[in-house]
T-cell receptor, first 116, second 114 residues
């Protein structure tokens, strides 16, 4: 049981390049999330998904797109990377229950992205 | 709007002494409150949460937190700190009426000195 995994672990991009970050979970969770972590700002929600085929915007969605074609995978895309997107990106997942807001989120190890 | 404040960027404590990491929050409704810990180059790990009921919540690794509604606080505590507790600690809140957004505080770096 690997939990939540993320690939790649580290990436360097030039401004304007595109890339996709992959998140995978093997806990059969319905809900998945993408966050970015910047110094002194905690984690901020980019996008999330409440189930296969559905996505929704979080607090800071601009410049990112997501897809949830399979329940276990949640992809985060940067179509045209900017230096402001230099950050550490975390994926998380959680169960879907009647009390979903009470549910703990399980986090991946993170992807460190540097945009030059 | 929801918000979380962690007033201390850094907390230093000697091993064996009690530790407190402070958290205050602001929500429009009733909150769900969480504490997570992050070790270097790792993702966040869940410590404990307050949903309802007893204001004192016990969690992993001997940590506990006290929910204080009048002071809108949820401070993390441990009676006797270990060097291995040194990490970055995040408080997070969800407003029961606000949906999926999970708001994190900026984090507090705890250093336990031997």
């Amino acid at each position: 049981n690997a939990g939540v995994t993320q690939t790649p672990k580290f990436r360097v991009l030039k401004t304007g390049q595109s890339m996709t970050l992959l998140c995978a979970q093997d806990m059969n969770h319905e809900y998945m999330y993408w966050y970015r972590q910047d110094p002194g700002m905690g984690l901020r929600l980019i996008h999330y998904s409440v189930g296969e085929g559905t996505t929704a915007k979080g607090e800071v969605p601009d410049g990112y797109n997501v897809s949830r074609l399979k329940k276990q995978n949640f992809l985060l895309g940067l179509e045209s990377a900017a230096p402001s997107q230099t950050s550490v990106y975390f994926c998380a997942s959680s169960y879907s229950t009647l009390a979903v807001l009470q549910e703990t989120q399980y986090f991946g190890p993170g992807t460190r992205l540097l945009v030059l | 709007a929801q918000s979380v404040a962690q007033p201390e960027d850094q907390v230093n404590v000697a091993e064996g002494n009690p530790l407190t990491v402070k958290c205050t929050y602001s929500v429009s409704g009733n909150p769900y409150l969480f504490w997570y810990v992050q070790y270097p180059n790792r993702g966040l790990q869940f410590l404990l949460k307050y949903i309802t009921g007893d204001n004192l919540v016990k969690g992993s690794y001997g940590f506990e937190a006290e929910f204080n509604k009048s002071q809108t606080s949820f401070h993390l505590k441990k009676p006797s700190a270990l060097v291995s507790d040194s990490a970055l600690y995040f408080c997070a809140v969800r407003d029961r009426n606000y949906g999926q957004n999970f708001v994190f505080g900026p984090g507090t770096r705890l250093s336990v000195l031997p």
